[in-house]
Structures are given as C-alpha cells and as structure tokens.
C-alpha cells in the first residue's frame, strides 16, 4: 500500500515472531487491517508486485496457509508457482540445500516454506537471494498465522494489552502456540496455557506463562480462549488418552466456556478435530467463535507481509 511507512525488519525475512519489536507487530498489523478493507471492498493491487515471482514450497500438508499465499500473491499481481514436496521423497540437509541452489537459479523473489523440520527456514534464508517466509516450520514458529491471530482479536478487543489469553491443548507440538506466545507476550497480553502436563513444555514457565492443567481454572475470566488441535503426527508415544476422554477433560464445550469472560472469543488456526479438542456448538457459535474470520484475515496478513518483503526489491526495480 503505497505511502506507508514501516519500521525495517531486522532481517530482510519474516522467520519468526521472536525478535520482532512491538513498532513491527504494531505496523504489519496495521497495514493488514488496510487490506483487510481492500478485501471486503473486492478490490486489488496488482501492480505492486507485477513481474515478481513467489514459490510456494511446501514440504507438509497445508489447506489454509498455502491457498492464503497464493491469494495474497495473487492479490498483489505476483506470479505463482505452487511447489509441494511429499515428506518422504526429502532426504532432508543435503535435498534442502539442493533445492536452494535450484530456486535461487530460478531467480525466485519471495520463497514461501513450510517445513516438518525447525529452523529449516532459517536455513534456506542463508542460501537464497529471496525473500524467505516461514509458513511453519516443525514445532517452531508459524509467524504468519500468530501475526493473523493478533489482527482478529485487536479488531474484537481493541488492544492487545492486558488481555486475558488462553492458548489450551497440544502446546507442546505447536508452532502456532510458539509464535503466539512471543507475539502476545511482547505486547503485553496476559498469557496462559492450559493442557494435560504431557503436553505442557517446560519452556513456558520460563516464557512467563501461567501453567493450568484443569480446563475452568484456566478458563476462567479469560478474554480470548485459543484452542489447539492434537497434533497426532507428532506424537512419537501415547501422550493422551483416547479422544473421548481427551474431549471430556481439554475438549471446549459451552460447559466450560461459561467461566470465561460473558464477551470471551473462541479461536482455532485449524483444521479443526470437532469432538476432541472444540465441540461443534461452540466452533460454530457465530456469537463467540471468530474462526472464519481468522482465515480471513490470514489473506490480509499474508498480502502485508508480501507488502513489506518486497520494498527492498522495489527500491533495486
Ligand atoms: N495449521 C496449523 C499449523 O500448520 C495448526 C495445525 O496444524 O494444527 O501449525
């Protein structure tokens, strides 16, 4: 969006949220909110990134994040090029690297990857002339999606700052968790996790985190109620019990919603497991859940991340 100032990024990436000052969060999102309005007015800007090329490289399944990119891109005027790269055909450092020399022969600008192993982002980043953003990368950081989660709820709550947040579940295997906590601690929000103590990390005590293994306790007076999915591909033992007895204990239900805040909002980055970790009366709740309008938003975030990216590249046009 032309004559918006922005702080400069400490990189010339987005691999993560940590490291990210408030002035940065504070501009993405404003600048996400501009076209979250150029969203709903159906209009576009594809100028901005005419004659660029964004690559898509997805190594992990992915619905929202990679159709969200390629929108965004779209939206922007960047040519696309969808990559996807089944797990099990990647014989990882060496493959990764390959790639790398590949893209950048290709003269890529903006590379998209996700990635089951962390730091993988970071890696290619040190390899490639373009732009590198991480769309999630094993259980390290989903900064787009952390970046999309805050925009939602500044536009339900205002501010970000002393609110009340609940991130319950699988903390323990999620990226989106991670990137949330760093994202909403630098703004000042009061953060809690809350989950059975095989999938509670250690890290959040150190992260300032209140820890809550009972659903109410944690619940209770919260502001924004975040719920996360069992991320079972990651599990490499039995961490749960079986999902009825998981829905029964962690799974949000209207029961045991009702100790949060009256005006409380009920988030989930999907894909959704109804019946383990949310039940469907709430995840459809149009009064409480805000989870369609995340993925709205996600387009939003993602054309202001594209945005900002490529004004180093528009400044060398
Ligand atoms: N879509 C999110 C991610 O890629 C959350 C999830 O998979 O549960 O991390």
Redesign the pocket.
């Known amino acids: 969006m032309s004559g918006f100032s922005f702080p400069i990024l400490p990189t010339g990436h987005l691999l993560g949220i940590e490291g990210l000052e408030p002035p940065h969060i504070n501009a993405l999102l404003d600048l996400a909110e501009s076209y979250a309005l150029l969203n709903r007015q159906g209009k576009t800007q594809r100028d901005l990134l005419k004659g660029r090329t964004l690559i898509n490289l997805f190594f992990?399944d992915?619905t929202?994040?990679r159709t969200s990119f390629e929108l965004a891109g779209k939206r922007l005027g960047a040519d696309i090029v969808n990559m996807s790269v089944s797990t099990s055909s990647v014989n990882k450092g060496e493959t990764l690297l390959d790639t790398a020399a590949t893209l950048n022969a290709m003269k890529t600008d903006l590379l998209v990857v996700?990635h089951p192993q962390s730091g993988a982002p970071s890696l290619l980043a040190q390899k490639v002339d373009a732009a590198v953003i991480n769309a999630?990368d094993g259980t390290h950081e989903?900064p787009t999606?952390a970046l999309l989660d805050a925009l939602t709820i500044r536009r339900h709550k205002g501010a970000l700052s002393d609110l009340v947040v609940a991130i319950c579940g699988d903390v323990l295997h999620?990226?989106?968790a991670r990137s949330n906590i760093h994202l909403l601690s630098a703004m000042g929000a009061r953060l809690r996790v809350v989950g059975p103590p095989t999938l509670i990390p250690a890290e959040c005590a150190r992260l300032g985190v209140q820890v809550f293994h009972d659903m109410r306790a944690g619940l209770a007076d919260a502001d924004v109620v975040m719920m996360?999915?069992l991320?079972k591909e990651r599990m490499t033992c039995g961490l749960v019990p079986s999902s009825r007895e998981y829905f029964r204990f962690f799974g949000l239900d209207a029961a045991k919603l009702e100790v949060a805040k009256p005006d409380a909002i009920v988030m989930h980055?999907?894909?959704m497991n109804r019946g383990v970790e949310i039940d469907s009366a709430v995840a459809d709740d149009p009064a409480r859940s805000v989870i369609g309008e995340q993925v709205e938003m996600g387009v939003a975030v993602r054309m202001a991340v594209l945005d900002v990216l490529s004004r180093r590249l528009r400044r060398n046009a």
Do not use: I, N, W, Y
Request: overall charge positive.
């Open positions: 992990e992915s929202r994040t996700r999630g989903h999606q999620s990226r989106v996360l999915r991320q980055p999907g894909p």
